[in-house]
T-cell receptor
């Protein structure tokens, strides 16, 4: 039990639609990161939010966007869904202090058809 | 460009023996390395980490070794148990655990 919860656990969307994934971080953690894990690959960093501001972004297009709220919850939004967006989406919360590892939620499995 | 590589997709080990999982990296700016374990339908779970100023870190049955000159790290599990069967991910960071770069993972099967 990491204290990080994600919803929904599974989701099916049609190409071109928009989707919002949600994450509740571990209490006290002011940093949340989102990762995309395609089948057979490791998680790939999408972006990170620190105190409600974007604090780094991986190699993902602008149609991937996020929000972080004061109550330790966050959202990942994806517009104009493509078939290749089908993946497991993971959020991870952490403190920014040195030497602190990230705690992951169980993920949301997104299927785009 | 894969900055973190786990070249063995799978590993099978007998219960009680040592499991050695390997990881190579290319970015010399990485200063923090972590191992995560993942069971099906669960998110990755933190296992053990090591800072670039150390060459070894031990936690119970798990030991991580870092060879900076070779840009190589390894995870040793001794003794291996059937419950250790999972996917193991190596990850690296330039910011002490944030913005992780992951390898593709190694499936470990511990046979009883």
């Amino acid at each position: 039990e990491t204290g990080v919860t994600q919803s929904p656990t599974h989701l099916i969307k049609t190409r071109g639609q928009q989707v919002t994934l949600r994450c509740s971080s571990q209490s006290g953690h002011n940093t949340v990161s989102w990762y995309q894990q395609a089948l057979g690959q490791g998680p790939q960093f999408i972006f990170q939010y620190y105190r409600e501001e974007e604090n780094g972004r991986g190699n993902f297009p602008p149609r991937f966007s996020g929000l972080q709220f004061p109550n330790y919850s966050s959202e990942l939004n994806v517009n104009a869904l493509e078939l290749d967006d089908s993946a497991l989406y993971l959020c991870a919360s952490s403190l920014t202090d040195r030497g602190t590892e990230a705690f992951f939620g169980q993920g949301t499995r997104l299927t785009v058809v | 460009d894969q900055q973190v590589k786990q070249n063995s997709p799978s590993l099978s080990v007998q219960e009680g023996r040592i499991s050695i999982l390997n990881c190579d990296y290319t970015n010399s700016m990485f200063d923090y390395f972590l191992w995560y374990k993942k069971y099906p339908a669960e998110g990755p779970t933190f296992l053990i980490s090591i800072s670039s100023i150390k060459d070894k870190n031990e936690d119970g049955r798990f030991t991580v070794f870092l060879n900076k000159s070779a840009k190589h790290l390894s995870l040793h599990i001794v003794p291996s148990q059937p419950g250790d069967s999972a996917v193991y991910f190596c990850a690296a960071s330039v910011e002490y655990g944030n913005k992780l770069v992951f390898g593709a993972g190694t499936i470990l099967r511990v046979k009883s």
